[in-house]
């Protein structure tokens, strides 16, 4: 298994710093589901523990690094939520390992920097229910920032927006994080009936 390009975490008290995860989830639609959500990537469980307190339904938060399912599953377990399972998978090479039309919300945060990241948009899609949506975010390109990849590989909302409907997303809405001041988000979705 390996990382996508540029994709190590800082110490966790620095990250921390750079985010509302309770604002963040809110704006772009995930708190108050009641189906499953499906989290690319769940790093220290930044976005994992606040969004399994604001939906009613199971948070399976992915992961290929070892430790950070490590923290997310003990963050979770300490804080008695028995709604998020972690699971450690490359799901860039072998996909998330659940049933198409699993979820109602796949949460794709700062990780679309990745080499192949229509493939990943592809599984979105397919793990997604109709009608479920898909929440993006990453880091601003319009102003310098503390962390996030570097410029040249760094994706723009409507580059990810094309991407997205290249992998049979409908787009939502771009959405102003001023919650998350050097992080843009958008919305999209799965199209309720197919084409």
Excluded at 28 to 56: M, Q, S
Aim: hydrophobic share 35%.
């Amino acid at each position: 298994m390996s990382k996508g390009r540029e994709s190590g975490m800082p110490d966790e008290s620095y990250w921390d710093t750079f985010f509302n995860p309770e604002c963040i989830v809110a704006k772009l639609d995930c708190a108050g589901l009641r189906g499953n959500v499906l989290e690319f990537g769940c790093g220290y469980g930044t976005f994992t523990i606040p969004t399994a307190k604001l939906v009613h339904g199971n948070v399976v938060a992915l992961d290929i690094d070892p430790d950070m399912v490590s923290i997310t599953a003990r963050k979770a377990e300490e804080a008695g939520l028995p709604n998020v399972t972690t699971k450690l998978r490359d799901f860039v090479a072998d996909g998330c390992g659940v049933p198409e039309g699993y979820a109602e919300y796949a949460m794709l945060f700062n990780i679309l920097h990745i080499e192949n990241p229509v493939g990943l948009l592809k599984e979105a899609y397919r793990v997604l229910a109709p009608g479920g949506k898909a929440g993006i975010i990453h880091w601003r390109s319009d102003i310098k920032t503390p962390r996030g990849p570097s410029p040249d590989i760094r994706p723009s909302a409507e580059q990810c927006r094309v991407w997205g409907e290249q992998a049979g997303l409908n787009f939502d809405r771009y959405e102003s994080l001023c919650c998350c001041s050097w992080h843009w988000g958008l919305v999209m979705s799965r199209p309720t009936v197919r084409i």
